[in-house]
C-alpha cells in the first residue's frame, strides 16, 4: 500500500515537473507579435503596399521624449533591478535573525503560553508577520515612498502614504494568519503530502483575492462614483457590448491622490462586473487613449487572464512547495538543532520556509515575468481590433515612459519585463495600423 502511494507520489511530482517545463517552453516560445524578426517580415510586405512605413511612425513616437526624460525614465526602471536584489538580500537577512540569533525561538516561547496549537501558531504567525514588517519598513519607506517622490510618481504625503501601509498590513496579517495556520494543519495532518494541500489553500486564497480584491479593497484606498452620461461613456459600453463584456456600469475612481499614472480595469464576476478608469485617465487622455486603455483591459476580463494566471501561479506554487519540501528537510538535518526546529510542521521553522519561498520566486523571476508578459501582448491585440484606435493606443502606451524604460535590450526585456517594451507596444500598433486602417484613415 506504502509502495503504491509513494509510487503514486513520484507519479504526480513527475507530472508537476513535466508541466512547468512544458509552460516554460510554450510561453517563452510563444510567437511574440512584437519581436523584431516578425516586425521586419511584416513591415517588408507593408511597404510594398502602401506608403506609411510603421518604423519611421514607431520612431516618431519614440522621439517625443527629451534625452533627460529618456535618461530619467531609465534610471527609474533600472533602480529597479537593483531593489529586487537588495530585496531579496533582505529578506535573507531577516530569515537570519529569526534563526541564528533565535527571535524564532523566542516566538514559540510566547506562543506556547496558549495550550491549543492553532492558536499557538496564529500568536507565532501574527509576531512574525509584524516583526518583518518593521524591520523591512526601512528599505520599504525608501523604495516607495522617497524613490516615488525623487522621480515625481506620487502625489501621497507621507502620512497617507504610511496609513495606506497599514490598512494593507492589516489585510496582509489577517489573510497571511490564516493561510498560514491552515497551511500547518495540513502539515501537522497529512505530513508528507502537505504540499498538495499547500497547493489547494494558495489556489483557493488566489483566486478569491484576484475576484474579490477590485470591489471591497479597492474602495478601502479610493472613493468610486458612477461616470456620468457623456458620449465617451456611451462609446466605452459600446465597444463592451460589441465584444461581450457583461456590463453597464462604468466608475471612476480618485487614484491622482496616490500617483500620476493613467489606468483602469475590468473586475468581478456575471452581475457584479464593472468597468473602472482612474481620473488620471480621464484627465489628461484624449478620447481614442482613454478607448484603447479600456479596451486593453477588457482583453484581460475577455480572454481570462484572471483564471490562466491562477491556473500558472498555482502551478507554479505547488512545484515550489515540493521544491521547499525537499531542501527544508535537507537544511533542518544540518541546522535544525541549532536552530531547535523539530520537524516541517513546527511553526518555529516558519522563517526558513518564507526566505525558501523568496529565493524560489526570486529564481523564478524571468519565468514569471514572461508569462505576464504573453498575456500582456494578447491584451495590447485585443485592443487594437476592438478600439481601432492604434495613435490612441500608442500616445497612451507613451505615457507609461515616466516609469518603464522605453528601449531595453533583449535580456533586459527577457527577464526584467512584465509587459512588453514601450518601443515594442508602439511598434505593434504602427503595424497594426499599416495592415488595418485603410489609407484615408492614416
Ligand atoms: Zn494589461
Redesign the pocket.
Known amino acids: 500500500m506504502t509502495n503504491r502511494k509513494n509510487k503514486l507520489i513520484k507519479i504526480v511530482k513527475l507530472v508537476f515537473l513535466i508541466t512547468m517545463i512544458i509552460t516554460c517552453f510554450a510561453s517563452s516560445t510563444y510567437a511574440n507579435p512584437t519581436s523584431e524578426r516578425n516586425n521586419k517580415e511584416v513591415d517588408s510586405v507593408v511597404l510594398k503596399t502602401n506608403m506609411f512605413n510603421p518604423d519611421t511612425a514607431t520612431q516618431e513616437y519614440l522621439s517625443k521624449l527629451t534625452p533627460e526624460q529618456k535618461s530619467k525614465s531609465d534610471a527609474y526602471f533600472e533602480g529597479g533591478y537593483w531593489l529586487l536584489f537588495w530585496n531579496m538580500v533582505y529578506d535573507v537577512l531577516i530569515a537570519w535573525i529569526f534563526l541564528s540569533l533565535g527571535l524564532s525561538r523566542w516566538i514559540k516561547k510566547l506562543a506556547l503560553k496558549t495550550k491549543n496549537i492553532n492558536i499557538q501558531n496564529l500568536i507565532y504567525v501574527g509576531c512574525y508577520t509584524l516583526l518583518v514588517f518593521l524591520m523591512i519598513l526601512p528599505f520599504d519607506i525608501y523604495a516607495n515612498f522617497f524613490r516615488e517622490h525623487q522621480y515625481g510618481l506620487s502625489n501621497l504625503t507621507f502620512g497617507n502614504w504610511f496609513t495606506e501601509k497599514m490598512v494593507s498590513f492589516c489585510i496582509k496579517l489577517i489573510i497571511e494568519s490564516i493561510i498560514i495556520m491552515l497551511l500547518y494543519v495540513a502539515l501537522r495532518k497529512v505530513k508528507q503530502n502537505w504540499w498538495i494541500w499547500g497547493g489547494i489553500i494558495s489556489i483557493v486564497f488566489m483566486t478569491g483575492i484576484i475576484l474579490i480584491a477590485p470591489i471591497f479593497i479597492g474602495p478601502l484606498f479610493n472613493k468610486y462614483t458612477p461616470l456620468p452620461e457623456n458620449k465617451l461613456k456611451e462609446e466605452i459600453l459600446s465597444i463592451a457590448r460589441a465584444n461581450g463584456v457583461p456590463t453597464n456600469q462604468i466608475y471612476q475612481y480618485d487614484n491622482s491622490k496616490q500617483t500620476n499614472a493613467i489606468s483602469a480595469n475590468v473586475s468581478g464576476l456575471g452581475s457584479t462586473t464593472r468597468i473602472s478608469l482612474n481620473d488620471n485617465l480621464l484627465n489628461t487622455c484624449t478620447p481614442a487613449e482613454i478607448k484603447s486603455v479600456v479596451a486593453?483591459?477588457m482583453g484581460?476580463y475577455l480572454l481570462n487572464h484572471g483564471y490562466k494566471m491562477i491556473v500558472f501561479f498555482g502551478m507554479i506554487i505547488l512545484f515550489g512547495l515540493v521544491l521547499i519540501n525537499w531542501s527544508f528537510k535537507k537544511i533542518i538535518n544540518l541546522r535544525g538543532c541549532k536552530w531547535q526546529i523539530a520537524d516541517i510542521s513546527d511553526i518555529s521553522g516558519l522563517p526558513l520556509l518564507m526566505i525558501l519561498f523568496s529565493l524560489y520566486m526570486f529564481m523564478l523571476t524571468p519565468i514569471r515575468n514572461d508569462i505576464m508578459l504573453q498575456?500582456?501582448v494578447e491584451?495590447d491585440l485585443f485592443a487594437l481590433n476592438a478600439a481601432r484606435e492604434p495613435d490612441g493606443f500608442a500616445a497612451a502606451v507613451m505615457k507609461t515612459s515616466d516609469y518603464r524604460k522605453v528601449d531595453p535590450g533583449y535580456w533586459e526585456e527577457i527577464i526584467f519585463y512584465d509587459?512588453p517594451s514601450i518601443k515594442s507596444r508602439i511598434s505593434s500598433a504602427m503595424r497594426w495600423k499599416a495592415e488595418n486602417l485603410d489609407d484615408e484613415a492614416k
Open positions: 486593453h483591459e484581460h498575456k500582456e491584451a509587459h
